[in-house]
Protein backbone atom coordinates (compact mmCIF):
# COMPACT_ATOMS: atom_id res chain seq x y z
CA UNK A 1 0.00 0.00 0.00
CA UNK A 2 0.93 3.82 -0.52
CA UNK A 3 1.67 6.18 1.79
CA UNK A 4 0.88 9.64 0.51
CA UNK A 5 3.92 11.72 1.05
CA UNK A 6 6.45 9.42 0.65
CA UNK A 7 4.48 6.83 -2.08
CA UNK A 8 6.13 3.98 0.06
CA UNK A 9 4.70 0.59 0.91
CA UNK A 10 2.89 -0.63 4.14
CA UNK A 11 1.46 -4.00 5.21
CA UNK A 12 -1.82 -4.23 7.60
CA UNK A 13 0.90 -5.03 10.15
CA UNK A 14 2.31 -1.30 9.82
CA UNK A 15 1.23 1.20 12.87
CA UNK A 16 -0.46 3.80 10.47
CA UNK A 17 -2.40 0.51 9.26
CA UNK A 18 -4.57 0.42 12.57
CA UNK A 19 -8.51 0.01 13.15
CA UNK A 20 -9.59 3.86 12.92
CA UNK A 21 -7.39 5.39 10.41
CA UNK A 22 -8.72 6.99 7.70
CA UNK A 23 -8.50 5.51 4.12
CA UNK A 24 -9.36 6.07 0.30
CA UNK A 25 -10.21 3.15 -2.00
CA UNK A 26 -8.66 2.89 -5.35
CA UNK A 27 -7.81 0.52 -8.23
CA UNK A 28 -11.10 -1.30 -7.83
CA UNK A 29 -12.42 -2.62 -11.15
CA UNK A 30 -15.64 -3.47 -12.64
CA UNK A 31 -18.25 -2.87 -10.47
CA UNK A 32 -16.82 -1.64 -7.49
CA UNK A 33 -14.90 1.14 -9.72
CA UNK A 34 -17.71 3.56 -8.42
CA UNK A 35 -16.33 3.73 -5.06
CA UNK A 36 -13.07 4.71 -6.11
CA UNK A 37 -11.92 8.05 -4.64
CA UNK A 38 -14.76 7.04 -1.55
CA UNK A 39 -13.10 7.75 2.03
CA UNK A 40 -14.00 6.41 5.40
CA UNK A 41 -12.66 4.73 8.51
CA UNK A 42 -10.80 1.21 8.56
CA UNK A 43 -12.79 -1.29 10.87
CA UNK A 44 -11.49 -3.80 13.45
CA UNK A 45 -9.72 -6.53 11.80
CA UNK A 46 -7.31 -9.87 12.93
CA UNK A 47 -3.62 -8.43 13.13
CA UNK A 48 -2.62 -12.14 13.03
CA UNK A 49 -4.10 -13.03 10.02
CA UNK A 50 -3.23 -9.57 8.38
CA UNK A 51 0.61 -10.31 9.10
CA UNK A 52 0.06 -13.92 7.11
CA UNK A 53 -1.72 -12.71 4.57
CA UNK A 54 -0.58 -9.71 3.81
CA UNK A 55 -1.84 -7.37 1.20
CA UNK A 56 -4.41 -10.08 0.19
CA UNK A 57 -6.51 -9.70 3.22
CA UNK A 58 -9.92 -8.16 2.92
CA UNK A 59 -10.61 -5.88 5.50
CA UNK A 60 -13.57 -3.65 6.25
CA UNK A 61 -14.07 -0.22 5.90
CA UNK A 62 -16.64 2.21 7.02
CA UNK A 63 -17.56 4.63 4.10
CA UNK A 64 -18.16 7.96 4.22
CA UNK A 65 -21.00 9.77 2.47
CA UNK A 66 -20.49 10.27 -1.24
CA UNK A 67 -20.19 13.06 -3.01
CA UNK A 68 -23.92 12.08 -4.99
CA UNK A 69 -25.36 11.90 -1.46
CA UNK A 70 -24.86 7.54 -1.66
CA UNK A 71 -25.61 6.75 2.40
CA UNK A 72 -22.44 5.35 4.86
CA UNK A 73 -22.48 1.97 4.84
CA UNK A 74 -19.82 -0.57 5.27
CA UNK A 75 -17.81 -2.86 2.65
CA UNK A 76 -14.64 -5.24 2.52
CA UNK A 77 -12.00 -4.67 0.23
CA UNK A 78 -8.45 -5.72 -0.14
CA UNK A 79 -5.48 -4.00 1.41
CA UNK A 80 -3.88 -3.27 -1.86
CA UNK A 81 -6.77 -1.40 -2.85
CA UNK A 82 -6.44 1.12 0.40
CA UNK A 83 -4.77 4.18 0.73
CA UNK A 84 -3.74 5.61 4.04
CA UNK A 85 -4.76 9.17 4.12
CA UNK A 86 -1.52 10.88 5.89
CA UNK A 87 -1.77 13.98 4.33
CA UNK A 88 -5.45 14.03 5.25
CA UNK A 89 -4.75 17.45 7.71
CA UNK A 90 -2.63 19.16 5.69
CA UNK A 91 -4.51 18.88 2.70
CA UNK A 92 -7.94 19.46 3.95
CA UNK A 93 -6.68 22.31 5.52
CA UNK A 94 -5.35 23.44 2.42
CA UNK A 95 -8.89 22.58 0.48
CA UNK A 96 -10.66 24.16 3.25
CA UNK A 97 -8.44 27.52 2.68
CA UNK A 98 -9.34 27.58 -1.26
CA UNK A 99 -12.89 26.81 -0.30
CA UNK A 100 -13.18 30.12 1.65
CA UNK A 101 -11.32 32.21 -1.37
CA UNK A 102 -13.75 30.80 -3.69
CA UNK A 103 -17.17 31.31 -1.83
CA UNK A 104 -16.13 34.62 0.04
CA UNK A 105 -17.20 35.68 -3.91
CA UNK A 106 -20.91 35.24 -3.61
CA UNK A 107 -22.38 38.45 -1.82
CA UNK A 108 -25.50 36.46 -1.06
CA UNK A 109 -24.11 33.54 0.91
CA UNK A 110 -23.21 34.89 4.78
CA UNK A 111 -20.05 34.13 6.01
CA UNK A 112 -21.34 32.01 8.98
CA UNK A 113 -22.95 29.72 6.06
CA UNK A 114 -20.07 29.69 4.12
CA UNK A 115 -17.83 27.93 7.27
CA UNK A 116 -21.07 26.05 8.25
CA UNK A 117 -20.99 24.84 4.66
CA UNK A 118 -17.41 23.73 4.34
CA UNK A 119 -17.17 22.65 8.26
CA UNK A 120 -19.48 20.03 7.09
CA UNK A 121 -17.32 18.39 4.27
CA UNK A 122 -15.74 16.38 6.63
CA UNK A 123 -13.87 14.51 3.60
CA UNK A 124 -11.70 15.48 0.71
CA UNK A 125 -14.27 14.43 -1.79
CA UNK A 126 -17.12 16.52 -0.33
CA UNK A 127 -14.75 19.75 -0.48
CA UNK A 128 -14.10 19.16 -3.76
CA UNK A 129 -17.38 19.25 -4.59
CA UNK A 130 -18.38 22.22 -2.70
CA UNK A 131 -15.47 23.87 -5.31
CA UNK A 132 -16.76 22.18 -8.10
CA UNK A 133 -20.32 23.27 -7.82
CA UNK A 134 -19.05 26.93 -7.54
CA UNK A 135 -17.40 26.98 -10.89
CA UNK A 136 -20.15 27.37 -12.97
CA UNK A 137 -21.79 30.36 -11.37
CA UNK A 138 -18.67 32.54 -10.11
CA UNK A 139 -18.43 33.07 -14.22
CA UNK A 140 -21.48 35.72 -13.62
CA UNK A 141 -19.70 37.52 -11.24
CA UNK A 142 -17.48 40.02 -13.72
CA UNK A 143 -14.57 40.53 -11.53
CA UNK A 144 -11.14 39.52 -11.84
CA UNK A 145 -10.39 38.76 -8.00
CA UNK A 146 -13.12 35.86 -8.50
CA UNK A 147 -11.82 34.65 -11.45
CA UNK A 148 -7.91 34.58 -9.92
CA UNK A 149 -8.79 33.30 -7.01
CA UNK A 150 -10.56 29.94 -8.46
CA UNK A 151 -8.28 29.80 -11.03
CA UNK A 152 -5.38 29.23 -8.35
CA UNK A 153 -8.11 26.99 -6.23
CA UNK A 154 -8.23 24.75 -9.71
CA UNK A 155 -4.47 24.20 -9.28
CA UNK A 156 -4.74 22.49 -6.17
CA UNK A 157 -7.90 20.62 -6.83
CA UNK A 158 -6.38 19.31 -9.81
CA UNK A 159 -3.66 17.94 -7.86
CA UNK A 160 -6.06 15.92 -5.48
CA UNK A 161 -8.49 14.81 -8.48
CA UNK A 162 -5.26 13.24 -9.66
CA UNK A 163 -4.73 11.67 -6.80
CA UNK A 164 -7.90 10.44 -6.10
CA UNK A 165 -9.53 9.81 -9.30
CA UNK A 166 -6.59 9.09 -11.50
CA UNK A 167 -5.23 11.28 -14.47
CA UNK A 168 -7.35 9.93 -16.88
CA UNK A 169 -10.42 10.36 -14.92
CA UNK A 170 -13.70 12.35 -16.16
CA UNK A 171 -13.09 14.60 -12.65
CA UNK A 172 -9.46 15.62 -13.81
CA UNK A 173 -10.35 16.57 -17.30
CA UNK A 174 -13.10 18.70 -15.85
CA UNK A 175 -10.94 20.43 -13.64
CA UNK A 176 -8.46 20.84 -16.30
CA UNK A 177 -10.61 22.27 -18.72
CA UNK A 178 -12.42 24.68 -15.96
CA UNK A 179 -8.64 26.03 -15.49
CA UNK A 180 -8.09 26.49 -19.23
CA UNK A 181 -11.14 28.53 -19.37
CA UNK A 182 -10.87 31.21 -15.69
CA UNK A 183 -6.92 31.35 -17.81
CA UNK A 184 -8.30 33.53 -20.70
CA UNK A 185 -10.44 35.16 -17.79
CA UNK A 186 -7.61 36.41 -16.39
CA UNK A 187 -5.88 39.96 -16.32
CA UNK A 188 -3.08 40.09 -19.34
CA UNK A 189 -0.32 40.27 -16.44
CA UNK A 190 -1.58 37.37 -15.14
CA UNK A 191 -2.00 35.70 -18.69
CA UNK A 192 1.50 36.25 -19.22
CA UNK A 193 3.11 34.54 -16.16
CA UNK A 194 0.99 31.94 -16.20
CA UNK A 195 0.92 31.24 -20.67
CA UNK A 196 3.53 28.26 -20.17
CA UNK A 197 1.26 26.48 -17.66
CA UNK A 198 -1.56 27.16 -19.66
CA UNK A 199 0.00 25.05 -22.24
CA UNK A 200 1.12 22.52 -20.61
CA UNK A 201 -2.31 21.72 -19.10
CA UNK A 202 -3.45 22.17 -22.28
CA UNK A 203 -1.13 19.19 -24.08
CA UNK A 204 -2.01 17.39 -20.84
CA UNK A 205 -6.19 18.12 -21.53
CA UNK A 206 -5.07 16.53 -25.30
CA UNK A 207 -3.28 13.08 -23.93
CA UNK A 208 -6.01 12.72 -21.81
CA UNK A 209 -8.71 13.14 -24.31
CA UNK A 210 -6.78 10.72 -26.55
CA UNK A 211 -6.48 8.47 -23.48
CA UNK A 212 -9.72 8.16 -21.76
CA UNK A 213 -11.71 5.14 -22.62
CA UNK A 214 -14.74 6.70 -21.05
CA UNK A 215 -14.80 9.12 -24.03
CA UNK A 216 -16.08 6.39 -26.53
CA UNK A 217 -19.37 7.65 -25.96
CA UNK A 218 -20.20 11.40 -25.51
CA UNK A 219 -20.56 12.27 -21.63
CA UNK A 220 -20.98 15.01 -19.53
CA UNK A 221 -18.29 16.26 -17.18
CA UNK A 222 -18.76 16.50 -13.11
CA UNK A 223 -18.91 20.27 -12.45
CA UNK A 224 -19.24 21.03 -15.48
CA UNK A 225 -22.99 22.43 -17.57
CA UNK A 226 -25.50 19.21 -18.12
CA UNK A 227 -26.51 20.05 -21.62
CA UNK A 228 -22.55 20.11 -22.86
CA UNK A 229 -21.66 16.68 -24.42
CA UNK A 230 -17.86 15.71 -24.32
CA UNK A 231 -15.98 13.19 -26.66
CA UNK A 232 -12.66 12.37 -27.45
CA UNK A 233 -12.64 14.65 -30.50
CA UNK A 234 -14.67 17.36 -28.74
CA UNK A 235 -12.47 17.44 -25.70
CA UNK A 236 -9.03 17.89 -27.94
CA UNK A 237 -10.58 20.69 -29.77
CA UNK A 238 -11.33 22.40 -26.25
CA UNK A 239 -8.01 21.62 -25.51
CA UNK A 240 -6.27 22.76 -29.00
CA UNK A 241 -8.80 25.94 -28.74
CA UNK A 242 -7.20 27.09 -25.61
CA UNK A 243 -3.35 26.30 -26.47
CA UNK A 244 -4.14 28.77 -29.46
CA UNK A 245 -5.56 31.31 -26.95
CA UNK A 246 -2.90 31.54 -25.01
CA UNK A 247 -0.27 31.16 -27.73
CA UNK A 248 -2.30 34.04 -29.72
CA UNK A 249 -2.53 36.66 -26.58
CA UNK A 250 0.92 35.56 -25.11
CA UNK A 251 3.62 34.77 -27.34
CA UNK A 252 1.91 36.18 -30.26
CA UNK A 253 2.82 33.48 -32.64
CA UNK A 254 0.25 33.90 -35.24
CA UNK A 255 1.22 31.26 -37.43
CA UNK A 256 0.97 28.49 -34.88
CA UNK A 257 -2.23 29.49 -33.10
CA UNK A 258 -3.85 29.39 -36.78
CA UNK A 259 -2.10 25.64 -37.05
CA UNK A 260 -3.74 25.02 -33.76
CA UNK A 261 -7.31 26.03 -33.69
CA UNK A 262 -7.45 24.46 -37.43
CA UNK A 263 -6.85 21.54 -36.04
CA UNK A 264 -9.27 21.56 -33.18
CA UNK A 265 -12.35 22.79 -36.08
CA UNK A 266 -10.91 19.61 -38.36
CA UNK A 267 -12.11 17.88 -35.06
CA UNK A 268 -15.75 19.20 -34.24
CA UNK A 269 -17.38 20.66 -37.13
CA UNK A 270 -19.45 18.17 -38.16
CA UNK A 271 -19.80 16.54 -34.47
CA UNK A 272 -23.63 17.37 -33.68
CA UNK A 273 -22.77 17.40 -30.33
CA UNK A 274 -19.80 19.65 -30.02
CA UNK A 275 -21.22 23.07 -31.19
CA UNK A 276 -20.30 24.90 -27.73
CA UNK A 277 -16.80 24.03 -28.18
CA UNK A 278 -17.20 24.82 -32.14
CA UNK A 279 -18.53 28.65 -31.49
CA UNK A 280 -15.40 29.07 -29.33
CA UNK A 281 -13.05 27.85 -32.29
CA UNK A 282 -15.07 30.31 -34.58
CA UNK A 283 -14.62 33.27 -32.66
CA UNK A 284 -11.59 33.05 -31.20
CA UNK A 285 -10.53 32.12 -35.16
CA UNK A 286 -11.96 35.68 -36.40
CA UNK A 287 -10.17 37.35 -34.06
CA UNK A 288 -7.16 35.70 -35.11
CA UNK A 289 -7.72 36.76 -39.09
CA UNK A 290 -8.98 40.15 -38.43
CA UNK A 291 -5.10 41.08 -36.54
CA UNK A 292 -3.71 39.37 -39.46
CA UNK A 293 -5.78 41.20 -41.72
CA UNK A 294 -5.40 44.59 -40.07
CA UNK A 295 -3.42 44.33 -36.56
CA UNK A 296 -3.35 48.19 -35.82
CA UNK A 297 -6.64 48.86 -37.16
CA UNK A 298 -8.81 46.94 -34.48
CA UNK A 299 -11.25 49.24 -32.51
CA UNK A 300 -9.55 48.00 -29.10
CA UNK A 301 -6.15 49.27 -30.12
CA UNK A 302 -7.99 52.31 -31.30
CA UNK A 303 -9.68 53.15 -28.28
CA UNK A 304 -6.56 52.89 -26.64
CA UNK A 305 -4.55 55.23 -28.28
CA UNK A 306 -6.83 57.49 -28.58
CA UNK A 307 -5.77 59.56 -25.54
CA UNK A 308 -2.30 59.54 -26.24
CA UNK A 309 -3.12 60.66 -29.94
CA UNK A 310 -5.46 63.67 -28.83
CA UNK A 311 -2.48 65.00 -27.04
CA UNK A 312 0.05 64.62 -29.77
CA UNK A 313 -2.59 66.24 -31.74
CA UNK A 314 -2.60 64.01 -34.27
CA UNK A 315 -6.10 63.27 -35.95
CA UNK A 316 -7.21 61.03 -38.79
CA UNK A 317 -10.41 59.68 -40.53
CA UNK A 318 -10.63 55.74 -41.31
CA UNK A 319 -7.28 55.62 -42.66
CA UNK A 320 -7.68 58.83 -44.55
CA UNK A 321 -4.80 60.95 -42.95
CA UNK A 322 -7.37 63.97 -43.05
CA UNK A 323 -8.24 66.24 -40.07
CA UNK A 324 -11.47 66.85 -38.37
CA UNK A 325 -12.53 63.43 -37.12
CA UNK A 326 -13.57 62.58 -33.73
CA UNK A 327 -11.12 59.61 -33.62
CA UNK A 328 -7.60 60.27 -33.04
CA UNK A 329 -4.49 58.00 -33.84
CA UNK A 330 -1.00 58.18 -34.69
CA UNK A 331 0.28 57.76 -37.96
CA UNK A 332 1.69 54.76 -37.10
CA UNK A 333 -1.90 53.40 -36.27
CA UNK A 334 -3.17 54.12 -39.89
CA UNK A 335 -4.12 51.71 -42.42
CA UNK A 336 -3.78 51.66 -45.74
CA UNK A 337 -5.90 54.00 -48.23
CA UNK A 338 -6.41 50.46 -50.25
CA UNK A 339 -6.21 47.36 -48.21
CA UNK A 340 -3.59 44.37 -50.11
CA UNK A 341 -5.57 40.97 -51.44
CA UNK A 342 -3.88 39.43 -48.69
CA UNK A 343 -5.20 41.59 -46.35
CA UNK A 344 -8.94 41.38 -47.93
CA UNK A 345 -9.04 37.58 -47.45
CA UNK A 346 -7.89 37.28 -43.93
CA UNK A 347 -11.19 40.50 -43.20
CA UNK A 348 -13.20 38.14 -45.27
CA UNK A 349 -12.74 35.43 -43.50
CA UNK A 350 -12.69 37.44 -40.23
CA UNK A 351 -15.98 38.06 -40.83
CA UNK A 352 -17.20 34.59 -41.95
CA UNK A 353 -16.38 33.34 -38.84
CA UNK A 354 -17.74 35.84 -36.44
CA UNK A 355 -21.03 35.34 -38.15
CA UNK A 356 -20.94 31.61 -38.20
CA UNK A 357 -20.34 32.37 -34.43
CA UNK A 358 -23.17 34.48 -34.02
CA UNK A 359 -25.43 32.17 -35.80
CA UNK A 360 -24.41 29.51 -33.49
CA UNK A 361 -25.38 31.57 -30.46
CA UNK A 362 -28.39 32.35 -31.97
CA UNK A 363 -30.18 28.95 -31.95
CA UNK A 364 -28.16 27.52 -29.29
CA UNK A 365 -28.71 30.52 -26.35
CA UNK A 366 -31.20 32.50 -27.97
CA UNK A 367 -31.33 36.59 -29.14
CA UNK A 368 -31.02 38.26 -25.81
CA UNK A 369 -28.59 36.12 -24.79
CA UNK A 370 -25.46 37.53 -23.23
CA UNK A 371 -22.98 35.20 -26.06
CA UNK A 372 -25.13 36.76 -28.53
CA UNK A 373 -24.35 40.22 -27.29
CA UNK A 374 -21.05 39.88 -27.12
CA UNK A 375 -21.25 38.16 -30.70
CA UNK A 376 -23.14 41.41 -32.39
CA UNK A 377 -20.42 43.45 -30.65
CA UNK A 378 -17.47 41.56 -32.01
CA UNK A 379 -19.16 41.55 -35.65
CA UNK A 380 -19.55 45.15 -34.90
CA UNK A 381 -15.86 45.17 -34.32
CA UNK A 382 -15.10 43.12 -37.47
CA UNK A 383 -17.10 45.76 -39.49
CA UNK A 384 -15.18 48.92 -38.16
CA UNK A 385 -12.21 47.33 -39.54
CA UNK A 386 -13.42 46.57 -42.79
CA UNK A 387 -14.76 50.31 -42.97
CA UNK A 388 -17.94 49.10 -43.83
CA UNK A 389 -20.31 51.99 -41.72
CA UNK A 390 -23.86 50.84 -42.48
CA UNK A 391 -23.19 47.21 -40.68
CA UNK A 392 -20.84 49.05 -38.26
CA UNK A 393 -23.32 51.06 -36.39
CA UNK A 394 -26.15 48.38 -36.87
CA UNK A 395 -24.40 45.53 -35.34
CA UNK A 396 -23.15 47.52 -32.84
CA UNK A 397 -26.44 49.48 -32.11
CA UNK A 398 -27.79 46.28 -31.51
CA UNK A 399 -24.93 45.10 -29.20
CA UNK A 400 -25.56 48.09 -27.08
CA UNK A 401 -29.30 47.48 -26.38
CA UNK A 402 -28.91 43.59 -25.51
CA UNK A 403 -25.71 44.27 -23.30
CA UNK A 404 -27.53 47.20 -21.52
CA UNK A 405 -30.01 44.81 -20.92
CA UNK A 406 -27.94 41.39 -19.83
CA UNK A 407 -25.70 43.43 -17.79
CA UNK A 408 -26.67 46.68 -17.05
CA UNK A 409 -25.34 50.11 -18.13
CA UNK A 410 -22.46 50.51 -16.43
CA UNK A 411 -21.20 47.14 -17.32
CA UNK A 412 -17.83 47.40 -18.86
CA UNK A 413 -18.81 45.86 -22.00
CA UNK A 414 -21.83 47.95 -22.18
CA UNK A 415 -19.38 50.98 -21.89
CA UNK A 416 -17.18 48.98 -24.39
CA UNK A 417 -19.92 49.02 -27.05
CA UNK A 418 -20.95 52.79 -25.96
CA UNK A 419 -17.76 53.98 -26.60
CA UNK A 420 -17.60 52.22 -29.92
CA UNK A 421 -20.57 53.60 -31.28
CA UNK A 422 -19.90 57.15 -30.29
CA UNK A 423 -16.87 56.99 -31.66
CA UNK A 424 -17.88 55.91 -35.24
CA UNK A 425 -21.24 56.94 -35.42
CA UNK A 426 -20.81 60.74 -36.01
CA UNK A 427 -18.18 59.84 -38.35
CA UNK A 428 -17.29 57.88 -41.94
CA UNK A 429 -14.29 56.26 -43.73
CA UNK A 430 -13.06 58.15 -46.46
CA UNK A 431 -10.85 55.00 -47.38
CA UNK A 432 -11.93 51.96 -49.72
CA UNK A 433 -14.13 49.91 -47.71
CA UNK A 434 -12.88 46.06 -47.82
CA UNK A 435 -14.56 44.33 -50.76
CA UNK A 436 -17.33 41.59 -49.12
CA UNK A 437 -17.28 37.97 -50.79
CA UNK A 438 -21.23 36.55 -51.76
CA UNK A 439 -21.53 34.81 -48.95
CA UNK A 440 -19.83 37.32 -46.35
CA UNK A 441 -22.45 39.94 -47.77
CA UNK A 442 -25.69 37.63 -47.85
CA UNK A 443 -24.38 36.93 -43.95
CA UNK A 444 -24.51 40.24 -42.99
CA UNK A 445 -28.21 40.78 -44.00
CA UNK A 446 -30.62 41.24 -41.63
CA UNK A 447 -32.46 38.23 -42.93
CA UNK A 448 -29.92 36.03 -42.02
CA UNK A 449 -30.81 35.55 -38.50
CA UNK A 450 -30.84 32.08 -36.69
CA UNK A 451 -32.79 32.87 -33.61
CA UNK A 452 -34.45 30.07 -31.65
CA UNK A 453 -38.12 31.14 -30.21
CA UNK A 454 -38.03 32.65 -27.50
CA UNK A 455 -40.01 30.29 -24.93
CA UNK A 456 -37.71 28.27 -22.59
CA UNK A 457 -40.08 24.80 -23.94
CA UNK A 458 -40.11 25.45 -27.21
CA UNK A 459 -36.94 24.15 -29.20
CA UNK A 460 -38.01 25.78 -32.62
CA UNK A 461 -35.31 27.68 -35.11
CA UNK A 462 -36.28 30.27 -37.53
CA UNK A 463 -35.75 30.05 -41.46
CA UNK A 464 -35.96 32.04 -44.03
CA UNK A 465 -39.03 30.32 -45.15
CA UNK A 466 -40.59 30.85 -41.65
CA UNK A 467 -39.57 34.12 -40.14
CA UNK A 468 -40.84 34.51 -36.38
CA UNK A 469 -41.91 37.94 -34.60
CA UNK A 470 -40.12 40.24 -33.16
CA UNK A 471 -41.56 41.99 -29.55
CA UNK A 472 -42.89 44.82 -30.84
CA UNK A 473 -41.48 46.54 -27.49
CA UNK A 474 -37.83 45.48 -27.23
CA UNK A 475 -37.44 44.73 -30.60
CA UNK A 476 -35.18 41.94 -29.43
CA UNK A 477 -36.60 38.59 -29.01
CA UNK A 478 -38.67 36.79 -31.33
CA UNK A 479 -41.21 34.33 -30.63
CA UNK A 480 -42.41 31.38 -32.84
CA UNK A 481 -46.27 31.92 -32.25
CA UNK A 482 -48.09 34.18 -29.55
CA UNK A 483 -48.89 31.39 -27.35
CA UNK A 484 -45.55 31.37 -26.63
CA UNK A 485 -44.86 34.75 -26.70
CA UNK A 486 -47.28 34.45 -23.98
CA UNK A 487 -45.69 31.54 -22.24
CA UNK A 488 -42.21 33.63 -22.48
CA UNK A 489 -43.36 36.83 -21.34
CA UNK A 490 -42.69 36.16 -17.62
CA UNK A 491 -39.18 35.54 -18.08
CA UNK A 492 -38.41 38.01 -20.65
CA UNK A 493 -40.60 41.23 -18.82
CA UNK A 494 -37.51 42.36 -17.47
CA UNK A 495 -34.95 41.94 -20.37
CA UNK A 496 -37.49 43.68 -22.25
CA UNK A 497 -38.18 47.00 -20.17
CA UNK A 498 -34.06 47.66 -19.97
CA UNK A 499 -33.93 47.35 -23.39
CA UNK A 500 -36.73 49.04 -24.74
CA UNK A 501 -35.34 51.63 -23.02
CA UNK A 502 -32.10 51.95 -24.86
CA UNK A 503 -33.84 51.17 -27.92
CA UNK A 504 -36.18 54.01 -28.05
CA UNK A 505 -32.83 56.61 -26.82
CA UNK A 506 -30.32 55.12 -29.91
CA UNK A 507 -33.90 54.76 -32.07
CA UNK A 508 -33.75 58.94 -32.56
CA UNK A 509 -30.02 59.02 -34.14
CA UNK A 510 -31.64 56.61 -36.37
CA UNK A 511 -32.58 59.27 -39.25
CA UNK A 512 -29.02 60.95 -38.83
CA UNK A 513 -27.19 57.69 -39.53
CA UNK A 514 -29.91 56.70 -42.66
CA UNK A 515 -28.25 60.45 -44.19
CA UNK A 516 -24.64 59.36 -43.19
CA UNK A 517 -24.60 55.64 -44.36
CA UNK A 518 -26.02 57.44 -48.10
CA UNK A 519 -23.51 59.80 -47.74
CA UNK A 520 -20.77 57.26 -47.12
CA UNK A 521 -22.29 55.51 -49.94
CA UNK A 522 -21.65 58.33 -52.48
CA UNK A 523 -17.52 58.43 -51.05
CA UNK A 524 -17.06 54.80 -51.57
CA UNK A 525 -18.02 55.16 -55.26
CA UNK A 526 -16.01 57.61 -55.94
CA UNK A 527 -12.89 56.02 -53.94
CA UNK A 528 -14.00 52.97 -55.74
CA UNK A 529 -13.84 55.08 -59.28
CA UNK A 530 -10.84 56.24 -58.49
CA UNK A 531 -9.08 53.21 -57.73
CA UNK A 532 -10.14 51.85 -60.78
CA UNK A 533 -8.54 54.57 -62.82
Known sequence: ?????????????????????????????????????????????DAAEAHQRGLDIRLPIELDYGVNGDPPRTVKVRACNLLVIRRARKARKELKKRAHSVLAHFSHIPGPQTEALIESSFNDLLLLNVIGEAMTPIQQIQTGAAHQDLYAALDFVLRVCTELYGEHSQHTASTLLWTLNMFERLSLEVQQREAKKCCKKGAQLQALARAAPWLAEPTTLPWWMEHEL????????????????????????????????????????????????????YNNLGNLHEVLGAPAFRPT??????????????????????????????????????????AVAHLNSAMRYGLKH????????????PSTANAYLTIGGHAFTCRLRNHCIRYLRRAQVLLSACYGTEHHQTLFAKRMYDAFS???????????????????????????????????????????KECSRCHSERYCSQA??????????????????????????????KSLNRTSRDVQELLRSDVDK
Open 230 to 281: FSAGVLEAAALAHMASAVQSVDADLPKAQRLYEQGLALVEDVPHGNHVLRML
Open 426 to 468: KDMPSALAVPLEADVEAGLSSHSMNARCGAQSCDKVESASGRF
Open 484 to 513: CQREGWPAHKTFCKRAAAVHSTLHEDKPLQ
Open 1 to 45: MQADHDRQTEEPGDPLFEAGARVELHGLQTSGALLNGRQGLLGEF
Open 358 to 369: LRLCESMDGLCS
Open 301 to 342: SILKMSAEAKRDKTRRRWGSGARGSEQCLPDEQCTPHVFPAT
